[in-house]
């Protein structure tokens, strides 16, 4: 795009060509008056907003100007402005925009965290009222940059518009668990699947996505993922901790792991919640044990953590439990 005409060396200030010969060019600045900063653009860059803010002036809707637009857009694309003025073009002009999705692929990749070549897709695709062929494209995008918030953001409006909520997502994002366990983005895609579709959460889905979050923990305790994944479902399910034994048996069994907060702390959790339930001597010296634990080993937290055994003693207070 503009790279490849600044490299010309026949290369045309639009100010100077004969077919833009009807545009009177306005400067960013009048040059007459003082200012503190001047921005040291390219000349062409400069000659090319100047145009364009002419024909913005003018609400000039022409292929000329689709022309500029794209020029400028290789030159800054996250001049958000350019960009709507371009869909406001192609709208007018009845483009393909199947066409314009294909042009913008080689954009899209090279500016793959820019937010506005993304919503610039969105628009395309909201009006052909066809996904097309974009999940593919991001998961192409995805393959080079995993964690990439714009494509994910786009991929949840793209399932959400057109109810694509079906098990090749799944699917998908057990792939990219397979590839990096680590990858919170996938675990926050899967949260989003069955937080947002039209169906639901049963019991058994609840019960299995328990267990795939159980069996992940245990490849990699230390990974916060799978812990908050699971408290996020048994949520979405109206059901607590308390309703699912084998999350207690996975706590037991993982929390004396001092290289790994995570099981003491929802064992923790579960201790308070029976506790809640049924006050009696031996839970209170319990959760004083494990608080005392995790305010050592969690020790970025121990105002947290005090501030938990506060709580406790608070309630013990109003149900006249006198345990210390």
């Not at 010969?21 to 009048?30: G, V």
């Not at 390219?42 to 364009?52: C, I, L, P, Q």
């Not at 199947?98 to 395309?124: G, P």
Request: proline share 4%; net charge negative; with cysteine.
């Amino acid at each position: 795009m503009a790279e490849q005409e600044q490299n010309n060396e026949t290369f045309v200030l639009y100010s100077k060509r004969p077919e833009w010969s009807d545009i009177e060019p306005i400067p960013q600045y009048d040059e007459s008056k003082p200012r503190l900063i001047s921005i040291n653009y390219d000349k062409e860059y400069t000659d090319a907003m100047d145009v364009f803010r002419a024909i913005v002036k003018k609400k000039e809707i022409s292929e000329r100007a689709l022309e500029l637009t794209e020029f400028l857009i290789g030159y800054n694309p996250a001049h958000y402005y350019i960009w709507k003025y371009r869909q406001d073009i192609l709208l007018q002009l009845n483009y393909d925009l199947r066409e314009e999705l294909q042009k913008m692929e080689e954009t899209t990749f090279d500016t793959m965290k820019s937010y506005q070549i993304w919503h610039h897709r969105q628009v395309m695709v909201d009006n052909l009222n066809d996904p097309v062929e974009e999940m593919d494209l991001i998961k192409i995008v995805l393959e080079y940059d995993a964690k990439n918030y714009h494509a994910w953001a786009y991929r949840q409006w793209l399932i959400t518009r057109f109810n694509l909520f079906n098990n090749s997502e799944l699917e998908y994002i057990d792939e990219l668990l397979l590839e990096d366990i680590r990858n919170n983005s996938a675990w926050n895609q899967r949260m989003f699947f069955y937080n947002n579709r039209p169906e639901i959460l049963l019991d058994s889905d609840a019960e299995n996505e328990i267990n795939y979050a159980i069996e992940k923990i245990k490849v990699l305790p230390n990974n916060k993922c799978p812990w908050s994944y699971l408290k996020g479902i048994i949520k979405l399910n109206e059901k607590t901790l308390l309703d699912y034994p084998n999350v207690e048996e996975l706590c037991i069994q993982l929390k004396d792991d001092k290289t790994c907060i995570f099981p003491l702390s929802m064992y923790y959790e579960i201790c308070e919640m029976k506790y809640r339930k049924d006050p009696t001597k031996e839970g209170y010296q319990n959760l004083l044990k494990i608080i005392d634990e995790l305010e050592n080993r969690d020790f970025r937290r121990v105002n947290y953590w005090n501030n938990k055994l506060n709580q406790i003693k608070s309630f013990n207070k109003q149900n006249d439990k006198s345990f210390d």
